[in-house]
């Protein structure tokens, strides 16, 4: 039997696409055009001429220390997340002391304390410690409140994990340490990519840290660095959205080598 074709469905698509890619188009078209043809064409309108000059402006302007030093703080957290988060997952669902659960908990309660709250005390601590205007104290607070939520999400992907394939292990003899390298960690995929992704984002798109705990262009990261198209005359829209074309593209890049395995860490089935 032949289907009708769903008409208000297609229309309803139709209406999603223009939604979506409207936005898109008038990003992507303004970072190809000069501010002069913006201001007098419009958003909307096709560009005159093409250019690459916003994309090379940026960096002549500094964007590109911004956008190293962001990478720095990116790459930093994620191996921290990665280097805590796993042994803690796992000893959270293997254990079942009191000790272990009582580490869950509180790292349960950190989901709870929004960064803001905590901005002053931590600006003291990381002026005491010596690392106000340094990429580290940027790093370790990041770092911090990603960890409550890695947890999280790690041990729930562990908890999949069928206990006869821990039973098994045992009976050939392998000691939690094996478990853990050749068990656990690989049938974790899909959980250690969603905490990357996670991590990634948090640290990539910090506004609220960099901007109490760092000062000089030195250490000045993208979130901070867009700022610099805006001057007492106006916003260089062009350069503007050139610079944030640019920042978009590493995480999207994290995004499709990790999406299959973030995905399936998000249905919670652990990437088995």
């Known amino acids: 039997m032949r289907r009708r074709p769903n008409y208000l469905a297609g229309a309803g698509s139709l209406v999603w696409l223009v939604l979506v890619g409207l936005p898109?188009?008038?990003?992507?078209?303004?970072?190809?055009?000069?501010?002069?043809?913006?201001?007098?064409?419009?958003?909307?309108?096709?560009?005159?001429?093409?250019?690459?000059?916003?994309?090379?402006?940026?960096?002549?302007?500094?964007?590109?220390?911004?956008?190293?030093?962001?990478?720095?703080?990116?790459?930093?957290?994620?191996?921290?997340?990665?280097?805590?988060?796993?042994?803690?997952?796992y000893a959270i669902v293997r254990s079942r002391g009191r000790a272990t659960s009582a580490i869950f908990r509180l790292f349960l309660l950190g989901l709870a304390i929004p960064a803001q709250a905590v901005i002053v005390p931590m600006f003291y601590l990381i002026s005491e410690a010596g690392l106000y205007d340094n990429l580290l104290g940027v790093i370790l607070p990041t770092a911090a409140f990603c960890l409550p939520m890695s947890a999280l999400i790690l041990s729930g992907a562990m908890r999949d994990i069928s206990p006869e394939l821990y039973e098994a292990m045992a009976m050939d003899g392998a000691t939690p340490r094996r478990m853990f390298f050749q068990l656990v960690l690989p049938l974790s995929r899909g959980g250690l990519s969603t905490i990357v992704v996670f991590s990634a984002l948090q640290a990539w798109n910090g506004f609220l840290f960099p901007l109490v705990l760092t000062q000089s262009d030195?250490?000045?990261?993208?979130?901070?660095?867009?700022?610099?198209?805006?001057?007492?005359?106006?916003?260089?829209?062009?350069?503007?959205?050139?610079?944030?074309?640019?920042?978009?593209?590493?995480i999207l890049l994290v995004y499709l080598f990790a999406r299959r395995a973030l995905v399936q860490g998000l249905m919670g089935v652990g990437g088995k």
Do not use: W
């Open 24 to 89: 898109l188009y008038v990003m992507l078209a303004a970072t190809l055009r000069t501010r002069q043809d913006y201001a007098q064409n419009g958003p909307v309108s096709f560009p005159d001429t093409f250019t690459l000059d916003n994309f090379t402006g940026a960096f002549d302007s500094g964007f590109g220390q911004y956008f190293l030093n962001t990478l720095v703080v990116t790459a930093c957290v994620i191996g921290i997340v990665l280097l805590l988060v796993p042994p803690l997952a």
């Open 218 to 250: 030195a250490t000045k990261v993208v979130t901070l660095g867009l700022y610099d198209f805006q001057t007492e005359h106006g916003i260089d829209i062009p350069g503007l959205l050139g610079a944030v074309v640019l920042s978009m593209v590493p």
